[in-house]
């Protein structure tokens, strides 16, 4: 890169789209206008090439989309709308200024999908690998507060949809020669993840006590979670894990350990009362999303149990641990 | 460091300070409650290791303290008041946890002096050098834009306090020997800078149109800012800009670099009428606090001027650029 001023200039989006933006890129700071009866959402995430992705596994686009995905899953499992975002990237030699400006249309692409708006960031150089760090912004109606710690014995457990896929397509991309299998879904699951803000939005607006979590560290680890901050045993059922066609061509051990601690899908995990699981699912079937019950949440002391047709088995809380 | 959740439990305040903060560190995001009357602030700022500091200039207490403090800065040069920051952190291998401890506790003891609370982060592992990126939220009353295009001509020039002093102390860390100056107010300010947050109040409260940037890049840097964004000329008067004892051992014309162009100073740098210039001293003085005018504002088109005994010079925009 040539010059730092230069490049801002280059990434600052020409329009924004959401009205409470008062202040944009191009001072100290940016400002926001608050919204009436909602509260705000603040979170941070960061990715390093060779930990996160490296060059082999992901392209720029691909590396952009996925920084601020992460980002916006995290916006979701709060039950929010993402509303603005800000980037900070530390650049080492040998980065092109396609490859960042790739980068920057990746974030800015999915961005727009959904209204998000770039307000600020910061640019540096850096002796190491490139590292990514975005931080969002959402907003949730006040007093929805779908967190870990809101599950209760007798709820029924939830999942937004099938996991393991990027577990899976990192392992396909990892690979020398690529399988003759149908990966595409696959590889796609880990390259450009889809965060679940609808669904979220939906939890949200249901108005029912929900617990809620994003799988970003594995199944095993997100429930984890839920039983630690709720003191509740939760039982996955293995049999009713939602999958797809494209994980049927790989063995069978695999496919349950990416399931349960791969992580990445970004899918949503969460209980709701018994009671009302039946009008939840209703809700998301009439909105054209998919929720699935895993499971079911019993009296504590916390853990995680999977039910499978070798009987009821304790799991671990495996998932990416950095540092270990 | 030996597991990331036991260092994030370790890291995890005690205690919070702001009523506003819903939920801090703990679940997928953080959730706080606007304020009647107030506008949002955000920022976020990257410090690289062997870019911005190395482990000769600062120990880690200061890398973290210094972290917060150039957010903080960027609040106060909107006016605003810190609430909240979020932390992400890419560590390598070689630093101890107690190294670790030291930069938490470096920002925690600065956001405890102005009941900021710690809402977030995210903690990862990097092959390169040890990377730090704070993002900062903060408050400023409704409509209390202190904004770069704020600037007309007839304005008066003003800065909040002596610059060059972070570029000295940062020349004299980088000094084999060190000399036998009196330099301990000079390191200090490189290495543990004051932001203005009670000046940043004091001008958003004051009423007044006022034009305003942090010298963070240097003050000609921040001055052709202030001059571009508003299209004026700014003349800065160089026997007006506020000095310090420590500066005067030094080579006139080294430390006239360093207050132009050394940056990290984190002064404030603005304008405001020649009208309200008295009684904005006036506020300042009868709050402690201090404030000196260091030149004029004349019409445009856009350009920075120095004033000194050998009549008027145009300055560059110089200041650090990263990849120049």
Not at 241 to 257: C, G, M, Q, R
């Amino acid at each position: 890169m040539k010059d730092e001023f230069e490049f801002i200039n280059r990434i600052k989006p020409n329009k924004t789209h959401q009205p409470t933006l008062i202040e944009g890129i191009g001072d100290d700071a940016a400002l926001i206008r608050p919204e009436s009866g909602y509260d705000d959402i603040l979170c941070v995430d960061t990715m390093v090439e060779n930990i996160h992705f490296n060059r082999k596994t992901m392209t720029p686009y691909q590396i952009g989309y996925k920084a601020l995905a992460v980002n916006m899953s995290d916006i979701a499992a709060m039950g929010g709308q993402p509303k603005f975002y800000l980037v900070s990237i530390a650049i080492p030699n040998g980065w092109t200024e396609t490859e960042l400006d790739d980068i920057y249309r990746g974030m800015s692409e999915l961005a727009e999908s959904y209204e998000m708006d770039l307000i600020g960031g910061d640019t540096v150089s850096t002796s190491g690998p490139l590292t990514i760090s975005v931080t969002a912004h959402g907003r949730v109606k006040q007093d929805r507060k779908l967190l870990r710690r809101n599950a209760k014995p007798g709820d029924v457990l939830f999942l937004t949809g099938p996991v393991g896929l990027s577990a899976a397509g990192l392992s396909i991309l990892l690979e020398e020669a690529h399988s003759d299998k149908p990966i595409e879904e696959l590889t796609k699951a880990h390259q450009l993840p889809t965060p679940q803000v609808k669904a979220g939005l939906l939890l949200s607006e249901s108005g029912y006590r929900i617990a809620l979590n994003d799988v970003s560290d594995g199944l095993a680890s997100e429930a984890h979670e839920i039983a630690e901050a709720s003191q509740v045993h939760i039982v996955i059922a293995e049999d009713k894990l939602p999958t797809i066609e494209a994980l049927s061509f790989f063995d069978k051990k695999n496919v349950l350990d990416w399931m349960l601690n791969g992580g990445e899908d970004f899918q949503l995990i969460g209980t709701v009362s018994a009671e009302h699981w039946i009008s939840l699912s209703n809700l998301f079937e009439k909105n054209g999303q998919t929720i699935h019950q895993i499971g079911t949440v019993s009296e504590g002391p916390s853990k995680v149990s999977l039910n499978s047709k070798n009987g009821l088995m304790p799991i671990d809380k495996k998932g990416y641990n950095h540092f270990t």
